[in-house]
Every structure is written in C-alpha cells, then in structure tokens.
C-alpha cells in the first residue's frame, strides 16, 4: 500500500534561516502532491500543490521541489520567522482522484 | 468565498452513547467532502469521502458511519461509541472535476472524547 515518511522529529532552526523538510514516498507514483500547514488544535491549511512533471513550484517564502525518481519532494521556508512554528503535513493523491493520503508531519519550531 | 462549518467543537460523550457530527460547506456546489479522523500526534485517516448526495465510500471499517443528505451537508454518525473512537475530527471539501481531487479545505475540527 502506498506510504508517506516524514521526519517525525521536529525541526529546530534560527529566525531568518532556511528550513529544509522532507516527504518520501513508496509504492506509489501520484500524480501530484500537496503541502499543508497545522497550527495545534486547527485544521490542516493548504499551500501548495506540485504535479508529476514539474519540478519546483514557488510560492511567496516557501518552495517546493518534486523528484519523481527519488520519490521524495522537499519544502523550503526561506527567511524563517517564529511565526512559520508549526506542523507541515505532506499529502499524496491515490489512484482515481478521490483520495489523498497525509504523512504525520513534520514539527517545525523557528526561535527569534 | 467558500466557507466550511463543523459542530460541535468539543464533545465530551460515555462509552456506548451515540454520536452526530455535522459539516456544511457554503459557496460551492456538488463539492468532494471528506471526514478525517487525527489521534495525538498522528497523520490524518481518512475515514468516508463524498462525491454527491448519497454516495459514501468507507475507507476504514469501525462503527462509524457517515451520510451525505444535502449536496453541502456531511454527517458523521456513531450508535455506540468505543473508547478508541476519541480523537480530533475534521470535515473536508475539494472542489471535484470528473473525480479528480485537488486542494482540501478544513474545518475546525471537533476534538471528541469518548469517556
């Protein structure tokens, strides 16, 4: 079945820093993936999507990159700022659209 | 704009008692809409998806069970509730294009202990 890894300690940096996270996948090639953010006790906010054939997408500080053959994407938050602390959820969409699966996040706490 | 409800937003409820969580989503029609279920420090499990009135799809077999009575109305049911059924629940909505799903949309979420 299709699984999603993501590093399930949190990630400590220095305002102002880059923050580098990490999504693997296996047993899957969907055709787009998705980045999310959670603060504590809200619901998932969406921020990006990546499809299959590209290979960077940019919003704003953030920047996502897809490599197909590594089956791994990697999220970048470029001039972090306390309030980018949050959890950042990695989802992939399942055969015939419906469904998305959700890693369990990565927990990034960026300190003034 | 597009809007999602959920109610309640805390539930406190005994082992055995039944369950009804509502969503409603305003702005959009004929919307995918999705109930999630997210234990401590968990991923989200996907519980039942809706592409239109009437249409369930279960994804993990438990004693819940979800209908669609409205095309912007998902409800989350339970006869009995179990211990291992607390947890913190989200509704969800996509817009759908012939099946296919793209961004979701969250609710607030209810955080529910069974007790």
């Known amino acids: 079945s299709q699984k999603i890894e993501q590093n399930s300690e949190a990630l400590n940096i220095q305002e102002g820093k880059t923050a580098t996270l990490t999504c693997n996948y296996t047993n899957y090639s969907p055709a787009y993936l998705q980045w999310y953010r959670q603060d504590p006790g809200r619901g998932p906010v969406f921020l990006l999507l990546i499809r299959e054939n590209e290979k960077e997408k940019r919003k704003e500080r953030l920047k996502v990159t897809f490599d197909t053959t590594l089956k791994q994407s990697l999220f970048h938050i470029t001039a972090s700022q306390p309030a980018d602390s949050a959890t950042y959820l990695c989802?992939?969409?399942?055969?015939?659209?419906?469904?998305?699966?959700f890693g369990a996040g990565t927990r990034l706490f960026v300190k003034a | 704009s597009q809007t999602i409800h959920q109610w309640p937003a805390t539930l406190v409820q005994p082992v055995g008692s039944p369950l009804s969580l509502e969503c409603t989503v305003e702005g959009t029609s004929n919307p995918n809409l999705y109930w999630y279920r997210q234990a401590a420090g968990r991923g989200l499990q996907l519980l039942f998806y809706s592409v239109g009135i009437g249409q369930i799809s279960s994804e993990v077999p438990q004693n819940l069970s979800a209908s669609r009575p409205q095309d912007r109305q998902f409800i989350l049911s339970s006869k009995k509730l179990l211990l291992s059924d607390s947890g913190f629940y989200l509704c969800?909505?996509?817009?759908?294009?012939?099946?296919?799903?793209?961004?979701?949309?969250f609710g607030p979420g209810t955080r529910l202990t069974v007790t």
């Open positions: 969800a909505w996509s817009v759908g294009r012939r099946g296919i799903s793209y961004e979701q949309y």
């Open positions: 989802a992939l969409e399942v055969t015939g659209g419906f469904k998305t699966i």
